[in-house]
């Protein structure tokens, strides 16, 4: 049975929460990806940092990205699951939380992410297809 470890995009790099969203910005430019884990100094997962969190929340709000921190944008306990639960528990988890990305914790360490795509390519097709039509309704 493949798990959220076979299917995960490894080595997620964080962007500090302490850094600016500018900062975290350039690290999306940089890697080619929509979005970066929230890492506290503890190095524990505080959220995660989105283009569109970068467009709607700081830029539409008039706010400056180089004086806003990332941190500020990391709402609540962030969604998680773990490296060994199975593909079924990662898709259920998208599902039910209605995310897109899906940060991949080993104890409290965070080891991957799992992005949609990730999931999609994992699933049968009809998998597939219900929790792309699950993220994509009620947004």
Avoid: F, Y
Wanted: negative net charge; charged residues 25%; aromatic residues 0%.
């Amino acid at each position: 049975m493949a798990t959220a470890r076979d299917i995960m995009t490894p080595d997620a790099t964080c962007v500090g929460a302490d850094e600016s969203v500018l900062a975290g910005a350039q690290k999306l430019t940089t890697l080619g990806v929509g979005a970066l884990p929230i890492c506290g100094t503890d190095n524990k997962l505080k959220g995660m940092l989105t283009d569109r969190d970068i467009v709607v929340k700081v830029l539409g709000a008039g706010k400056d990205p180089e004086s806003t921190k990332a941190g500020e944008l990391a709402q609540g306990e962030a969604v998680t699951i773990g490296a060994d639960d199975s593909v079924e528990e990662v898709l259920a988890t998208m599902k039910n939380h209605k995310v897109r990305r899906l940060p991949v914790i080993d104890g409290h360490d965070l080891v991957g992410i799992v992005a949609l795509a990730d999931a999609a390519r994992a699933l049968p097709d009809s998998k597939a297809g219900e929790l792309i039509d699950a993220l994509s309704s009620d947004r």
